[in-house]
């Protein structure tokens, strides 16, 4: 065989295996993911995961998988996961991290009597606390929060501050923060859906 075929059967192999892998990741969403982080979900307290990172997809199903951590939204996670293998879940991340977080219908009431406050010492506490020293692209196994639900995050912070779920840094972070804190934060990410994430279409 000669090398020019043999480059051009490896070049045709190197291009099908990424297209195939998004074709099982966008089949896993629709079967498996859809129906809560989905559009049609948009009441529940579950996450948006479009434009999410890759690597923090794969790590939190591989938890939810061996039960480190549990699914205390619907309860469905580790049923979930523990029927993906290592090769769906990062199909299913690859596929998610292409998506665009935009594509969500979600609604902010930004004409709220308060927003604006809340927004601006949200950003300011978002700041003091340096929270995009893990949430941003350079750390990959931190979730991107920048336009996502209020309802999560406020279920998220709370977990974190009762202890509900762990992670390294999160309760030494929280423990000087107030009620009001938490409120401007989430009011400040979820309003960046506007400001920067989605722009102002959405």
């Known amino acids: 065989m000669s090398k020019s075929i043999i480059l051009l059967t490896v070049s045709c192999l190197l291009w099908v295996a990424p297209a195939r892998a998004e074709q099982v990741g966008a089949q896993i969403y629709d ?14 307290d579950t996450p948006i995961l479009h434009g999410q990172e890759p690597a923090y997809i ?21 049923t979930i996961a523990a029927s ?16 665009d977080s935009c594509d969500i219908e979600l609604e902010i009431d930004y004409g ?3 927003f604006r ?8 506490k978002y700041a003091e606390s340096n929270c995009s020293h893990c949430h941003s ?4 196994y931190a979730p991107r ?7 999560f995050l406020t279920r998220a912070l709370e977990q974190f501050r009762t202890g509900e779920r762990v992670a390294p840094m999160m309760p030494n972070l929280l423990r000087s923060w107030t009620d009001d804190d938490y409120q401007n934060v989430v009011s400040y990410l979820s309003g960046m ?10």
């Open 58 to 78: 794969v790590k939190s199903l591989q938890e939810f998988k061996k039960e480190i951590r549990k699914d205390q939204i619907m309860g469905s996670m580790n």
């Open 145 to 151: 929060i920048i336009g996502q639900k209020p309802g």
């Open 112 to 114: 709220r009597e308060g």
């Open 31 to 44: 079967n498996q993911c859809k129906s809560c982080h989905g559009s049609e979900g948009l009441a529940l």
């Open 193 to 202: 859906r506007l400001m920067r994430a989605c722009g102002s279409g959405h």
């Open 84 to 99: 993906l293998s290592l090769d769906d879940m990062k199909a299913v991340a690859h596929f998610l991290a292409g998506q």
């Open 117 to 124: 406050n809340e927004f601006s010492k949200g950003r300011q």
């Open 137 to 140: 692209s350079f750390h990959h």
